[in-house]
């Protein structure tokens, strides 16, 4: 399934785990980062983010994966959820969730199934010891 995957985090941890995630599967095409700095407020995430979705045809989907529920990059995302179809967003991003992304993603289904799958493997990575 062709889809967009926009990594949007606190910081520069959304390139660092990419880059953490592209040490383990490889590189892959159409996964983006964007990080959320010092100074920057929802509205200057948004003009970011549309940098990117502004380049993609309707039809794609789009996957935002983000750091945490009811922040500037999820507050952001909910944004675009809520203007582009075929939009989705994963809260809690962790590397095994990203490296389930990249390595599932041409095969599922429909982002939907993505979606379900990656959030299985994010939850399945948490063990307390």
Avoid at 50 to 62: F, H, K, N, Q, W
Avoid at 64 to 93: E, Q
Wanted: aromatic letters at 6%; hydrophobic letters at 45%.
């Amino acid at each position: 399934m062709e889809c967009t995957v926009i990594v949007v985090t606190h910081g520069t941890l959304a390139n660092e785990l990419i880059e953490t995630s592209r040490m383990l599967v490889g590189s892959y095409e159409n996964v983006v980062a964007l990080d959320f700095m010092p100074g920057e407020n929802v509205e200057s995430l948004i003009k970011k983010i549309s940098g990117v979705t502004d380049t993609l045809a309707e039809s794609i989907p789009v996957l935002f994966v983000v750091d945490m529920f009811s922040g500037s990059p999820f507050n952001a995302s909910s944004y675009f959820f809520k203007k582009r179809p075929g939009t989705r967003i994963i809260t809690g991003v962790n590397i095994p969730m990203l490296v389930n992304i990249l390595l599932e993603r041409p095969d599922a289904g429909s982002i939907d199934e993505l979606v379900e799958m990656s959030v299985s493997i994010g939850q399945d990575a948490i063990k307390p010891i």
